[in-house]
Nanobody, 123 residues
């Protein structure tokens, strides 16, 4: 059974930084494409960033481009989301997900999800 475990969320002031981690088995991250999504209260879950299984090519939502970076850890069983210049509108529960389609942006294109980690950005 595939399990994804997110960590690293918290409360930060606007302009600050956080690094989220998503841990899973090495087999999981070598077999699937990985993405981060977020869901703010009262809003739909939205794509934030993705990284491909093989080439490591990345994609970002326009709202986070230039501020967030998705990357794989050296241990190959962790994926990170480095979030800089955080804004109050980045407040949400952040989820990592894996699926078969490279850089897919729809929630329905992902098979497995973590439990989420809360990020709160104060103004």
């Amino acid at each position: 059974q595939i399990q994804l475990v997110e960590s690293g969320g918290g409360l930060v002031q606007a302009g600050g930084s956080l690094r989220l981690s998503c841990a899973a088995s090495e087999l999981t991250f070598s077999s699937y494409n990985i993405a981060w999504f977020r869901q703010a209260p009262g809003k739909e879950r939205e794509f934030v960033a993705g990284i491909t299984r093989t080439s490591g090519r990345t994609s970002y939502a326009d709202s986070v481009k230039g501020r967030f970076t998705i990357s794989r850890g050296g241990a190959k069983n962790t994926v990170y989301l480095q979030m800089n210049s955080l804004k109050p509108e980045d407040t949400a529960v952040y989820y990592c997900a894996v699926g078969p389609y490279p850089l897919a942006t729809r929630t329905t294109q992902y098979n497995y999800w973590g439990q989420g980690t809360q990020v709160t950005v104060s103004s």
